[in-house]
């Protein structure tokens, strides 16, 4: 099933909390199409959050479903937002949900125009800050230096709590992207003083922890953040995969126990490095033949390879030492009937 997780990203890099606007300014914001406008966004990213919640489940047929209702509400929302004048609206939430709508249609510039916006109208308010370099960041609009200062300004507005912490999680990306990893672990380490939750700060503390071979430490703040936002989960496989690069040329080296190589060719598969995880495998369960999750993800990994002889030995071993595994039973079962029909054929 392909999933598309860029839409959700590119929403997801505009979301804030929502703003608190002057009298004048809610009675605008709750009239005629600038209020369809908005209500029509919010179910917009209703269909789009069901959408990502039938991705994780691996229903696509949802996942269609709830996208394309989302794109047709995004487009319609955004007819909405320019009937009642677009980048002329004079209301700080109502640019911000213009902004996300704009994001969902892939329309970064003008998206980052409507937040640059919302900032002169409310320069003191840190949500619009963060919304503004989230966007400036974004794979479609990229203005890295501008955002940098975005973020900086929307932490020391902020007064510590999810703002600060979400502005530092994004402020340390642009570091780690940068190559400035120092700068970039004390982003993250400030970021989870204000906001222990932050999910992105998480992941890129466990991407500096296994550059420097912690795997252990950092395969269990990765196994921490199995549901997280995609945004965040496809950061982890960015930013884990040229850790564990910068690791392997650095000449480091780990414990050689069977729990650092398991979580070492944990890390691997997490950033995508199916079969250089193969091997750490291997020694995890030489020295620790007892160890029947590691068997099943040797057996899962050297399936999708198309070793299917170590597959089925390692399904059988997990087996063996662990019988009530019935995810595994179906998987031993799926191998024997591939083996049994690829032996029919002519």
């Not at 004390?186 to 420097?212: D, I, N, S, Y």
Request: hydrophobic share 45%; aromatic share 8%.
């Amino acid at each position: 099933m392909r999933v598309c997780f860029v839409r959700v990203l590119a929403v997801n890099l505009a979301l804030f909390a929502c703003v608190c606007a002057g009298a004048a300014e809610d009675e605008a914001a709750g009239s005629g199409a600038l209020w369809e406008a908005r209500t029509m966004a919010a179910q917009a990213r209703q269909q789009l959050q069901a959408a990502a919640d039938a991705g994780r489940a691996g229903d696509a047929e949802a996942y269609n479903t709830h996208e394309a209702k989302a794109n047709e509400m995004f487009a319609e929302a955004r007819r909405l937002f320019e009937e009642a004048g677009g980048l002329n609206i004079e209301d700080t939430e109502a640019l911000a949900d213009y902004a996300r709508v704009l994001l969902a249609q892939y329309d970064a510039d003008l998206a980052a125009d409507a937040l640059r916006k919302a900032t002169r109208l409310a320069p003191e308010n840190a949500e619009a800050w963060l919304a503004l370099g989230r966007g400036l960041l974004s794979p479609l609009y990229r203005r890295p230096e501008e955002a940098k200062d975005a973020l900086a300004r929307a932490a020391a507005l902020s007064g510590g709590g999810p703002v600060e912490g979400a502005a530092r999680a994004v402020l340390g990306r642009y570091y780690w992207d940068k190559k400035l990893f120092d700068f970039a672990e004390e982003q993250w380490t400030l970021a989870l003083k204000a906001a222990p939750g932050e999910a992105l700060a998480q992941a890129g503390l466990a991407a500096v922890l296994a550059r420097r071979g912690a795997v252990r430490e950092a395969s269990q703040r990765i196994a921490a953040l199995a549901q997280a936002p995609p945004d965040v989960l496809a950061a982890v496989v960015q930013m884990l995969g040229e850790a564990l690069e910068d690791f392997e040329q650095s000449g480091l080296w780990f414990e050689d126990t069977a729990d650092a190589h398991f979580a070492y060719a944990s890390l691997l598969f997490r950033a995508g490095k199916y079969g250089e995880s193969v091997a750490p495998l291997e020694r995890t369960v030489r020295l620790d033949p007892k160890n029947h999750v590691a068997w099943n993800m040797l057996g899962s990994i050297s399936m999708q390879l198309g070793r299917t002889a170590r597959a089925r030995e390692a399904f059988e071993t997990s087996l063996k030492l662990n019988p009530e595994q019935e995810r595994t039973r179906e998987a031993l079962r799926s191998l024997t009937t591939g083996a049994e029909g690829a032996d029919r054929e002519p």
